[in-house]
């Protein structure tokens, strides 16, 4: 197991919600992004999002996730972009803001997702589908 799951394994342990470890994630990386201010920042921020955007669509790919057929198949489909768009951005200075969008819209999606399920007081799995 790879560190990047492992600290995300460790951190459904903590209590926290596969869900709201997933927002924290993308907060954590728009944060970065948002922040890069030197051309190493830059890289950094880079990496760390394809290396979420790589874990994610791994974990969508999973025979064990739960999410409905055509979702998967859009977040792998988005992934991939994300990642081919993050690899160029490291060899230019291409503006991040398309990343930092897309990563809002799934703090968005899955906080509106956490409610719902709040709501219906079901537990669900996370974009990632590792059962907590």
């Known amino acids: ?13 903590s209590g926290l919600s596969s869900k709201d470890v997933e927002i924290d994630s993308f907060k954590r990386a728009n944060n970065l992004l948002l922040n890069a201010g030197t051309v190493d920042e830059r890289r950094s921020a880079l990496r ?13 790919d999973r025979t064990d996730n ?25 060899n230019d200075s291409s503006d991040l803001q398309p990343l930092i ?15 719902v399920a709040q709501q219906k007081s079901e537990r669900h799995d996370g974009v990632f589908g590792m059962a907590v």
């Open 101 to 115: 969008d897309i990563n809002r819209d799934m703090i968005d999606g899955l906080n509106q997702s956490k409610e």
């Open 1 to 13: 197991m790879n560190y990047a799951v492992s600290r995300y394994v460790r951190q459904t342990d």
């Open 48 to 60: 760390i999002n394809y290396m979420m955007w790589s874990i994610l669509t791994r974990g969508v």
């Open 66 to 90: 739960l999410l409905p057929d055509l979702l998967k198949k859009d977040l792998i489909s988005l992934g991939g972009w994300v990642m081919n768009f993050s690899n160029a951005a490291l």
